[in-house]
């Protein structure tokens, strides 16, 4: 079956809009776990909008835990990895101004230092993830690097879907990128503003064996409960 993450980022959000301990991220990220999720995912962010550094080191250091720390690429964000040890690390691009992220990673521009992250990463057993746009240019450039995933940013094809309009471009490409990056031996990922639609499209591409939901689980999670939000994604990754 393919697996669930599940992003609790936002439950940090709603802690620091009143500053204190309430709620607690670190125990968003057992919850769900309990009620299904395959791993948990949390972003520290440079300016530390969310997710802070006591969390990282609180998540990463349950054992009923497997944590996807999102990261951007710099060296400062390797030796916080190095030192809490998550499961998996997928790099992601960071701007400081932006509400959320807003794309795949510029492969190019960043390619030295990719290689050095991946590499330190690589050596103490890291899963390694880049997150990119469905590009054929980036998964080549994601392969060439020796990274295990790529997370194909969905952000596009969910604003389509949720506008009413036309998407099958874009799922072609998310289709055919999926498609030649396991021809390469990569892994697949999907991630970035997925609801329950969204998901149920992208469930039909075979060869996507991980989705990252945050934002859609934990609004969601207000009206019905995060057991049954949760419950209700992994019926649909079930088909």
């Not at 999720?37 to 997710?51: N, V």
């Not at 990119?132 to 295990?148: A, G, V």
């Amino acid at each position: 079956m393919k697996k669930l993450g599940v992003n609790v980022d936002h439950v940090a959000t709603i802690r620091n809009a009143r500053g204190g301990f309430h709620p607690d991220p670190y125990s968003a990220a057992l919850s769900a776990t309990r009620f299904g999720a395959d791993s948990i995912t949390i972003h520290l962010r440079e300016d530390r909008r969310h997710i802070n550094d006591t969390d990282v080191k609180k998540i990463c250091e349950s054992k009923k835990i497997i944590v996807n720390l999102e990261m951007a690429a710099n060296l400062n964000m390797l030796k916080i990895a190095l030192r809490n040890k998550p499961n998996y690390v997928c790099i992601v691009p960071e701007k400081r101004k932006e509400i959320t992220t807003e794309g795949g990673l510029n492969i190019i521009k960043n390619k030295k230092k990719l290689r050095i992250i991946l590499r330190y990463l690589s050596n103490v057993k890291i899963r390694t993830s880049l997150f990119i746009n469905p590009s054929i240019r980036d998964i080549k450039l994601s392969k060439d690097l020796n990274t295990d995933c790529v997370e194909i940013h969905t952000g596009k094809i969910s604003d389509l879907i949720k506008s009413k309009k036309i998407y099958v471009h874009e799922l072609r490409k998310i289709k055919k990128c999926a498609r030649y990056a396991k021809k390469l031996g990569l892994e697949v990922h999907a991630g970035h503003g997925m609801d329950y639609k969204t998901t149920k499209i992208l469930n039909n591409i075979k060869d996507i064996k991980e989705f990252n939901i945050g934002h859609f689980i934990i609004g969601e999670s207000f009206f019905y409960g995060i057991k049954n939000v949760i419950r209700k994604f992994k019926r649909i990754l079930k088909k």
